[in-house]
């Protein structure tokens, strides 16, 4: 029997704001346990929630950038569970009306585009930790990530693979940090995914039992353990079992999945309205103005970098990825003009080839953050300006950039910050200290190259009788000659038209 995988995720995206959702207590991460929790995060009697607004802004900023339905009322409620870590005995969440409502979500599937639908988006607060491994027979409790802003982000189950699963928690991720809701830190648990996994028999429309896999806070981790999960699942189908639907956690050391918990149904919780907090009322005045406030979005500036640059597809999905490698590129574009150049009529192409394959593959060799580049994009720009004016050869520039880029690196390790290498002064320092220039003086090169042809009369010949190899090798003479210097495209049309008389 063939096999139908059927998944839906639960993203946990950290909203990044300074003080908690419902208090005033920080929001840093890493802070000596129970120092940034206050009487709201640990529940002393007669304590009140105030909600935050930035918390509110930052849910109807992503609601915007999925195009889903902002609820202009919104209703805060209680989850009720027991956990250590959950002073409260319950979690403040949103449950029969949230915040966001519906939205989709584009991923790229077997090279083509598909639409992922989104349930909801719902405002919540995030419980404490539980501290296993510190203490030896016990556990302890750490309230400081108690009431931290969470929006919760659930897609339907519209994914048919691992694979479709990580690249639309991918895009998610890119987006919320895209937006500035999120700095999208999966090591420090700010992005994080429960999967929801089952399997059907192919053709059929009725859903399988879901296993939901929780706190799923790496990519590589979410398709090893849907792929455990798929395969689990349909042993025991093919075997003639049932799937019980319960709660499972990912074991990265033995790569599968274990059981955790039976899986809780929605009355389980006893939802019910949270009598400590009003209805949220939110304007349309107010949408208004968080709209006015929205970054140009991925798939708008991937329409104009097809539209106004000419790039090509793969281009503009890399110079896609996330925002700041766009707003590099187009930096650097911009640094690379010429006085009295708009950006339209610059070689943008070449700028665009130089941050996907010298400034982002240095970028992911050394493992760095999207935003952490060793040269500035006024740096990188002014050396292709250089190349452009024909001051120096892209050699040359490559050259530098790469000089640059290992200063960049030094000073950061040294510091423990991140440091641009170079500065734009400096290119044009080494350039002349150095001798790095360009030759491009016309009469120096044509007295060079008559010296060639006169020393190399059998390639001469060759070339004028119709193999263009020989000329190849003329140019590499000149150059020899100027040990690099000369400009070759100068080069080339001194040589084409000494040879063709």
């Known amino acids: 029997m063939k096999w139908e995988t059927v998944i839906g995720l639960e993203t946990h995206a950290q909203l990044s704001t300074r003080s908690k959702i419902f208090s005033g207590a920080a929001t840093a991460f890493g802070a000596v346990p129970n120092t940034q929790a206050c009487a709201v995060d640990i529940a002393l009697p007669g304590v009140l ?9 930052k849910a109807i900023r992503f609601g915007l950038a999925v195009g889903a339905k902002i609820n202009h009322r919104s209703i805060f409620a209680r989850k009720n569970y027991f956990y250590p870590d959950l002073p409260k005995g319950y979690q403040i969440s949103q449950y029969e009306i949230p915040i966001v409502e519906g939205g989709t979500v584009t991923i790229l599937s077997d090279g083509k585009d598909k639409t992922v639908r989104l349930t909801r988006a719902h405002l919540e607060e995030d419980a404490g930790k539980s501290l296993h491994e510190d203490f030896h027979g016990a556990t302890g409790i750490d309230l400081n990530r108690a009431g931290t802003p969470l929006l919760e982000i659930v897609s339907e189950p519209d994914m048919r693979s691992a694979q479709e699963a990580v690249a639309y928690a991918k895009v998610l991720h890119a987006l919320v940090r895209w937006i500035d809701i999120c700095d999208g830190n999966m090591q420090e648990g700010s992005f994080r995914c429960d999967a929801n996994v089952s399997v059907r028999p192919h053709g059929t429309d009725k859903l399988g039992t879901r296993c939901e896999i929780k706190n799923l806070n790496s990519f590589r981790f979410l398709e090893r353990a849907i792929e455990f999960e798929v395969r689990r699942q349909i042993e025991i189908l093919a075997d003639g079992g049932t799937i019980v639907q319960e709660t499972r956690l990912y074991d990265s050391d033995r790569d599968e999945t274990r059981s955790m918990r039976t899986k809780e149904e929605a009355h389980d919780y006893r939802y019910f309205p949270d009598p400590d907090l009003l209805p949220l009322e939110i304007s349309e005045l107010w949408v208004r103005e968080i709209k006015k406030e929205m970054p140009e979005l991925p798939e708008q500036r991937r329409r104009r970098y097809a539209q106004e640059y000419g790039l090509s597809e793969y281009d503009v999905s890399v110079l896609t990825e996330n925002e700041e490698i766009g707003s590099y590129f187009e930096n650097v574009a911009m640094a690379s003009l010429k006085d009295g150049e708009s950006l339209a009529s610059t070689d943008v192409k070449t700028c665009a080839n130089w941050v996907i394959n010298d400034i982002a593959r240095k970028m992911n060799e050394e493992d760095l953050p999207p935003w952490a580049f060793r040269v500035s994009s006024n740096t990188a720009g002014h050396i292709i300006r250089r190349i452009r004016e024909g001051l120096i050869n892209a050699k ?9 880029w290992e200063e960049g690196r030094q000073e950061s390790e040294r510091t423990g910050r991140y440091v641009h290498g170079g500065y734009p002064q400096k290119v044009d320092e080494l350039v002349r200290e150095e001798g790095l220039g360009q030759i491009s003086d016309s009469t120096a090169l044509e007295e060079i190259c008559d010296q060639v042809i006169a020393a190399n009369p059998d390639q001469v010949s060759d070339y004028k009788g119709g193999r263009e190899k020989a000329f190849n090798s003329l140019v590499g003479h000149v150059m020899k000659a100027t ?19």
Do not use: H, M
């Open 49 to 57: 929630p105030v909600l935050n607004r930035k918390a509110v802004t």
């Open 396 to 404: 040359k520039g490559k050259s530098l950039l790469s000089r640059f």
């Open 483 to 501: 040990k690099g210097k000369a400009n070759p495209q100068q080069v080339n049309e001194i040589l084409k038209r000494k040879l063709s008389g």
